[in-house]
């Protein structure tokens, strides 16, 4: 009996190396490494939006969607915005909140927000597996963003 069990130990050793460490926060686990890193890549700038936006303000987000007046946008050199976003990209509504947002190359996203009309901007950092994980992880969260996304309106 002994000797069965010291293989079966090293294959179970072997499986959980190789794929990777499993995410039981849920109620059905999910290779979430493996998963996050490769929706990271196929993330549009929209969806990411989205995403900062459910992290920051989500019933801003749910209610601006349905409505149909989200708007995203890439700042330009003639806009009239605060200084320091420059070369970032934003969600807005003419009557809501307003977030700016730039994706670095190593996968953190730097958010600038205004925070209860404060004239200084707020700053928060994210990484996109940090918004994957609480937003974009289930089909039921992609669906969702995916909706959220088509319903965007652009400048």
Do not use: C
Not at 6 to 21: C, E, H, K, Q, R
Not at 139 to 155: F, G, H, I, P, Y
């Amino acid at each position: 009996m002994k000797r069965r069990t010291i293989p079966l130990i090293v294959l179970v050793a072997l499986v959980i190396g190789v794929s990777g460490p499993l995410n039981w926060t849920s109620t059905n686990w999910q290779e979430g490494s493996v998963q996050a890193s490769s929706q990271v890549a196929q993330l549009t700038d929209q969806q990411i939006a989205v995403l900062v936006g459910l992290a920051i303000y989500p019933d801003w987000v749910n209610q601006a969607t349905r409505s149909g007046q989200l708007i995203y946008g890439y700042v330009q050199p003639a806009d009239k915005v605060p200084a320091g976003v420059q070369g970032y990209s934003y969600l807005v509504e003419d009557a809501g909140p307003q977030f700016f947002f730039k994706v670095r190359a190593n996968r953190t996203v730097t958010v600038k927000y205004a925070s209860n009309g404060a004239a200084r901007l707020k700053k928060k950092k994210f990484t996109v597996h940090q918004l994957i994980r609480k937003n974009y992880r289930t089909a039921r969260q992609q669906k969702r963003v995916n909706q959220d996304v088509s319903r965007l309106r652009t400048e």
